[in-house]
């Protein structure tokens, strides 16, 4: 059976599930399995996804500083995407609200709070 065309990649839905759900390490470990089977743009995207999801992993394990790191690594790769390529990931509005939280983590050290993460969505 073959997925239609305009529904996400089933391992992209799964990995945004957990995201959602604040699993991060398990979100980069389902999105990294199909990251290993991708080439060119689609790629790229993921790779922003995983490291955002990352991002996250740090932060929630006291490791502020990674976090900041690799959250800022993730959104470059992200700002290159459009929500084609990322299979309807809406990247733009991604990128902007997790620019704005770890900007301001950056300025405001705080522990993590799930509540401050934003989900991932659809366009």
């Not at 391992?11 to 957990?18: I, Q």
Request: include cysteine; hydrophobic fraction near 35%.
């Amino acid at each position: 059976m073959t997925r239609p065309a305009d529904a996400p990649d089933p391992h992209l839905a799964e990995g945004v599930a957990l995201f959602n759900q604040g699993r991060f390490f398990e979100c980069h470990e389902v999105l990294e399995r199909r990251w290993l089977t991708l080439e060119g743009p689609r790629k790229e995207c993921y790779k922003g996804l995983i490291q955002l999801a990352v991002a996250y992993y740090h932060w929630s394990r006291n490791n502020r500083a990674g976090a900041l790191r690799v959250a800022r690594s993730g959104l470059r790769y992200l700002k290159s995407a459009t929500p084609a390529i990322c299979d309807r990931v809406d990247v733009r509005r991604v990128v902007r609200e997790h620019e704005e939280l770890f900007g301001w983590l950056e300025q405001h050290p705080q522990r993590f709070d799930p509540q401050l993460v934003r989900p991932i969505r659809y366009t």
